[in-house]
């Protein structure tokens, strides 16, 4: 096998995305200087190419292209540093050589596109990793055959992407008469072999797409002569040359769908490309790859040097001598192994042992941020965009909130202009179906000056924008308009608080009095209480937005007033004779509104003590009426016991009828779920009352055997949801057991009875007093050295039982 150049237009098989076919492509075009490069891809981005030469322009980058009519329908092409493709554009750029892509139109090829908008499976690369295009599923289809993996098979390997390493990643050229051609040749004639025996490979939308190549090539060739060259998936390669009339070709283009696309570059990133599915590419190792074509030698050593600089900068010790010992031992490894040199599976064994000290742990953090990176490409301002796309890009300039393809999080405080403003941009993309940023828990919390957010920006987002277009050319307005519409077609009651909710956040005040609308006459029609009380919570948090963005809400705190008063009203009955799951659902929902209602009261100042007076009325109703489900008359007077409205007694004596032995056990498992199950600090309740704690343990083991297995469910349900300090000391109180009457230091129940060993009946001030100066200097608010205790008095360490 030589590397001569045989007749006709010089056909460059490659493996997507290769760097050893990226590297063996550029050797190629210098040897063979063509006149022109044809290039696998969308005709419709010819245009487009002269932008790949722009400075702004910074891979991994794609083509998009989507329907105009329906921008959903979408489809990517995407572009590494180190993609065969990129390099030969970058070729005839740099030597004023004509560029074209010739692979089938997008037009057709996304009117193609069987699978619904949203599948998990559009808008694939369309000739991805196995060097053939994806076919739409369907019964009759046959399993694509990957080339690769077949000739590493033929080969002997298990593993197509060792053999790949071996046969061209580390193929080191020798200097001798093979020329840059022969891997070329080589790898042509294997796939004539597969094609011969594989035919489409079980893709038969491929013998369409090279249809349309060998078209364009014969172009080509009438207008710049044999001097052409083709950079394209090997697996075409045969295809390509083989001999057909232009008759037969268009015949079988004839009568294919078609569909307006539009096409731009839009930034890409080395998580999207070892994605398999979706919009990825399918390549497991990114990051290696840009290392093994970007390294001008000595590749295995300038890695070790990465990962060293990784781990460094994570406070991990590696020195110099782990950064040679690791090289070593990856060299040795190969050797042992049959390799040329050392690939990613030896490196990676190395870092291991060598660096990780046999950790995965760490190993992880280098898989992450090294072999599959990080790199969020970058597309010049001059790109093709839909207006939309313009504005949010202009106001991501503006607010300094600069795209990433790795998730991170940021606190934003709504005191300042700046963080408002980018508060109010993230919200506003929410609404519109944009998810580059998510709420996410952090030192605020709903309804502060502050927010948390955690933001991660994917490039199907850029089809988002597309498809949000149709509502507006700028964020405001779409998002205004989207808000409006989805008013409109709202058909539940909480669906419009919660919009409403999101037009406050997002600062939409031309939308609000539309959604306003919407909810006064949703809320007039809605008789249900549990509608009402679903909706009541966002409405009450919606109010506490406006008061901290400087909002008018009064015509939302009177509806919210409004269905406060009717859930008041409603409730009671509403909460006898439910089943089980029916309880549960509305014991959900009365401490939605309870939390509500402390909202409203706050937020409408003027109807306050009315409102709180209602709901606690209703409380105590639910808490005494034996009709009412056992897991709501629980909860019912857990929030009045919470709220200082019920007393201890009181609380001791519902929970011992609640709990006496005329109750069936199951509704007396449910009243204690309800009591101090869910609400935070159930458990401590029970540690720091123990008459109540008792009260419990008489009844759990007065239950009987039978009866036991039944309500043991709700027991465990409600106890696993404790801290583990929690169930260890209520364990431990159990296990101590109730003190003896008169025993030192307990204090007498109501009845007669007595409390547990250091507990007393009233707050032991002396005792307390003790541990202040210990306190005060811990907290150092004291420069002097603190006071000795007062005599008979010991300070005890913070958190001895007082």
């Given at each position: 096998?030589?590397?001569?150049?045989?007749?006709?237009?010089?056909?460059?098989?490659?493996?997507?995305?290769?760097?050893?076919?990226?590297?063996?492509?550029?050797?190629?075009?210098?040897?063979?200087?063509?006149?022109?490069?044809?290039?696998?891809?969308?005709?419709?981005?010819?245009?487009?190419?002269?932008?790949?030469?722009?400075?702004?322009?910074?891979?991994?980058?794609?083509?998009?292209?989507?329907?105009?009519?329906?921008?959903?329908?979408?489809?990517?092409?995407?572009?590494?540093?180190?993609?065969?493709?990129?390099?030969?554009?970058?070729?005839?750029?740099?030597?004023?050589?004509?560029?074209?892509?010739?692979?089938?139109?997008?037009?057709?090829?996304?009117?193609?596109?069987?699978?619904?908008?949203?599948?998990?499976?559009?808008?694939?690369?369309?000739?991805?990793e196995?060097?053939?295009?994806?076919?739409?599923?369907?019964?009759?289809?046959?399993?694509?055959?990957?080339?690769?993996?077949?000739?590493?098979?033929?080969?002997?390997?298990?593993?197509?992407?060792?053999?790949?390493?071996?046969?061209?990643?580390?193929?080191?050229?020798?200097?001798g008469?093979?020329?840059p051609?022969?891997?070329?040749?080589?790898?042509?004639?294997?796939?004539?072999?597969?094609?011969?025996?594989?035919?489409?490979?079980?893709?038969?939308?491929?013998?369409?797409?090279?249809?349309?190549?060998?078209?364009?090539?014969?172009?080509?060739?009438?207008?710049?002569?044999?001097?052409?060259?083709?950079?394209?998936?090997?697996?075409?390669?045969?295809?390509?040359?083989?001999?057909?009339?232009?008759?037969?070709?268009r015949a079988?283009?004839?009568?294919?769908?078609?569909?307006?696309?539009?096409?731009?570059?839009?930034?890409?990133?080395?998580?999207?490309?070892?994605?398999?599915?979706?919009?990825?590419?399918?390549?497991?190792?990114?990051?290696?790859?840009e290392?093994?074509?970007?390294?001008?030698?000595?590749?295995?050593?300038?890695?070790m040097?990465?990962?060293?600089?990784?781990?460094?900068d994570?406070?991990?010790?590696?020195?110099?001598?782990?950064?040679?010992?690791?090289?070593?031992?990856?060299?040795?490894?190969?050797?042992?192994?049959?390799?040329?040199?050392?690939?990613?599976?030896?490196?990676?064994?190395?870092?291991?042992?060598?660096?990780?000290?046999?950790?995965?742990?760490?190993?992880?953090?280098?898989?992450?941020?090294?072999?599959?990176?990080?790199?969020?490409?970058?597309?010049?301002?001059?790109?093709?965009?839909?207006?939309?796309?313009?504005?949010?890009?202009?106001?991501?300039?503006?607010?300094?909130?600069?795209?990433?393809?790795?998730?991170r999080?940021?606190?934003?405080?709504?005191?300042?202009?700046?963080?408002?403003?980018?508060?109010?941009?993230?919200?506003?993309?929410?609404?519109?179906g944009?998810?580059?940023?998510?709420?996410?828990?952090?030192?605020?919390?709903?309804?502060?000056?502050?927010?948390?957010?955690?933001?991660?920006?994917e490039?199907?987002?850029?089809?988002?924008v597309a498809?949000?277009?149709v509502?507006g050319?700028?964020?405001?307005?779409?998002?205004?308009?989207?808000?409006?519409?989805?008013?409109?077609?709202?058909?539940?009651?909480?669906?419009?608080?919660?919009?409403?909710?999101?037009?406050?956040?997002?600062?939409?005040?031309e939308?609000?009095?539309?959604?306003?609308r919407a909810?006064?006459?949703?809320?007039?029609?809605?008789?249900?209480?549990?509608?009402?009380?679903?909706?009541?919570?966002?409405?009450?948090?919606?109010?506490?937005?406006?008061?901290?963005?400087?909002?008018?809400t009064?015509?939302?705190?009177?509806?919210?007033?409004?269905?406060?008063?009717?859930?008041?009203?409603?409730?009671?009955?509403?909460?006898?004779?439910?089943?089980?799951?029916?309880?549960?659902?509305?014991?959900?929902?009365i401490?939605?509104?309870?939390?509500?209602?402390?909202?409203?009261?706050?937020?409408?100042?003027e109807?306050?003590?009315?409102?709180?007076?209602?709901?606690?009325?209703?409380?105590?109703?639910?808490?005494?009426?034996?009709?009412?489900?056992?897991?709501?008359?629980?909860?019912?007077?857990?929030?009045?016991?919470?709220?200082?409205?019920?007393?201890?007694?009181?609380?001791?004596?519902?929970?011992?009828?609640?709990?006496?032995?005329?109750?069936?056990?199951?509704?007396?498992?449910?009243?204690?779920?309800?009591?101090?199950?869910?609400?935070?600090?159930?458990?401590?309740?029970?540690?720091?009352?123990?008459?109540?704690?008792?009260?419990?343990?008489?009844?759990?083991?007065?239950?009987s055997?039978?009866?036991?297995?039944?309500?043991?469910?709700?027991l465990?349900?409600?106890?696993?949801?404790?801290?583990?300090?929690?169930r260890?000391?209520?364990?431990?109180?159990?296990?101590?057991?109730?003190?003896?009457?008169?025993?030192?230091?307990?204090?007498?129940?109501?009845?007669?009875?007595?409390?547990?060993p250091?507990?007393?009946?009233?707050?032991?001030?002396?005792?307390?007093?003790?541990?202040?100066?210990?306190?005060?200097?811990?907290?150092?608010?004291?420069?002097?050295?603190?006071?000795?205790?007062?005599?008979g008095?010991?300070?005890?360490?913070?958190?001895?039982?007082?």
């Amino acid at each position: 096998m030589t590397g001569a150049r045989t007749a006709g237009p010089l056909l460059l098989g490659v493996r997507h995305h290769g760097p050893g076919s990226a590297r063996a492509v550029r050797a190629a075009l210098d040897a063979a200087r063509p006149r022109a490069v044809l290039i696998e891809g969308p005709p419709e981005g010819d245009a487009l190419l002269p932008l790949a030469a722009d400075e702004q322009m910074r891979p991994p980058v794609a083509l998009l292209a989507h329907a105009v009519d329906d921008p959903g329908r979408a489809a990517f092409w995407p572009l590494a540093e180190f993609s065969p493709e990129w390099v030969a554009i970058r070729w005839a750029l740099a030597h004023g050589v004509p560029a074209r892509f010739v692979d089938l139109p997008a037009a057709h090829s996304l009117a193609m596109e069987e699978e619904p908008a949203g599948s998990p499976d559009r808008g694939e690369d369309p000739d991805p990793e196995a060097e053939a295009g994806p076919e739409p599923d369907g019964p009759s289809r046959r399993v694509p055959v990957d080339p690769v993996r077949v000739l590493a098979e033929t080969a002997g390997y298990d593993d197509p992407e060792r053999w790949w390493e071996d046969v061209v990643e580390h193929r080191v050229p020798d200097g001798g008469a093979a020329g840059p051609l022969a891997a070329f040749a080589a790898l042509g004639e294997a796939m004539t072999a597969l094609r011969e025996v594989y035919g489409d490979g079980g893709h038969p939308r491929d013998a369409v797409r090279e249809a349309y190549m060998r078209i364009q090539l014969r172009a080509a060739v009438k207008e710049f002569g044999d001097e052409v060259a083709v950079v394209c998936g090997a697996w075409h390669v045969p295809a390509l040359r083989t001999r057909t009339t232009i008759t037969a070709d268009r015949a079988l283009l004839k009568g294919l769908p078609k569909v307006k696309a539009e096409l731009t570059w839009v930034p890409w990133t080395h998580q999207r490309l070892a994605r398999h599915s979706g919009y990825g590419a399918g390549i497991d190792w990114p990051g290696w790859y840009e290392h093994l074509f970007t390294a001008p030698d000595r590749p295995i050593e300038r890695w070790m040097t990465k990962v060293a600089g990784l781990l460094r900068d994570e406070d991990r010790f590696v020195s110099s001598a782990h950064v040679i010992e690791a090289v070593r031992l990856a060299s040795t490894l190969a050797a042992l192994r049959g390799r040329p040199l050392a690939g990613l599976s030896e490196t990676t064994d190395a870092v291991r042992a060598v660096m990780c000290e046999g950790s995965d742990v760490p190993l992880a953090l280098v898989r992450d941020r090294l072999i599959v990176g990080g790199a969020l490409g970058e597309v010049p301002d001059t790109a093709p965009a839909v207006p939309l796309q313009r504005d949010l890009t202009r106001q991501q300039r503006t607010l300094r909130l600069k795209p990433e393809a790795s998730e991170r999080e940021t606190e934003l405080d709504l005191r300042k202009d700046t963080d408002a403003a980018r508060s109010r941009l993230l919200h506003r993309l929410r609404l519109l179906g944009i998810g580059w940023g998510e709420p996410a828990a952090g030192r605020g919390s709903t309804g502060t000056f502050r927010e948390s957010w955690r933001l991660r920006w994917e490039p199907e987002l850029h089809v988002r924008v597309a498809e949000a277009g149709v509502w507006g050319t700028t964020v405001l307005t779409a998002a205004t308009a989207r808000a409006e519409s989805d008013a409109l077609s709202a058909t539940a009651l909480a669906e419009v608080t919660a919009l409403a909710e999101r037009c406050l956040l997002a600062d939409l005040p031309e939308a609000l009095p539309v959604v306003m609308r919407a909810l006064a006459d949703r809320a007039a029609l809605d008789t249900d209480v549990g509608h009402l009380a679903d909706a009541l919570p966002a409405l009450a948090r919606t109010l506490r937005y406006g008061d901290v963005r400087s909002t008018d809400t009064t015509a939302l705190g009177e509806v919210a007033a409004g269905l406060a008063e009717r859930i008041c009203v409603g409730l009671p009955p509403a909460c006898t004779g439910l089943d089980t799951d029916g309880a549960e659902a509305l014991r959900r929902r009365i401490d939605g509104v309870h939390t509500a209602i402390g909202l409203l009261a706050g937020a409408v100042p003027e109807n306050a003590d009315g409102l709180r007076e209602r709901w606690r009325a209703v409380l105590h109703r639910l808490a005494v009426r034996d009709t009412v489900a056992g897991v709501i008359r629980g909860r019912a007077a857990r929030l009045l016991l919470d709220d200082g409205h019920l007393e201890q007694d009181d609380a001791a004596r519902l929970m011992g009828l609640a709990l006496s032995p005329g109750t069936p056990p199951a509704d007396a498992a449910a009243w204690i779920e309800g009591f101090v199950g869910g609400a935070a600090g159930g458990g401590m309740l029970l540690v720091h009352d123990e008459r109540l704690l008792a009260l419990v343990d008489s009844w759990l083991t007065g239950v009987s055997a039978d009866t036991f297995t039944d309500v043991l469910p709700l027991l465990r349900r409600t106890f696993s949801a404790y801290e583990p300090g929690v169930r260890r000391t209520l364990g431990e109180l159990v296990r101590r057991g109730p003190a003896a009457d008169g025993a030192p230091g307990t204090g007498a129940l109501p009845g007669g009875g007595a409390t547990a060993p250091g507990f007393g009946p009233a707050l032991d001030a002396a005792r307390a007093d003790a541990v202040v100066p210990v306190l005060r200097l811990l907290l150092g608010l004291d420069t002097e050295t603190p006071p000795t205790a007062a005599p008979g008095h010991h300070a005890q360490p913070l958190g001895a039982t007082g």
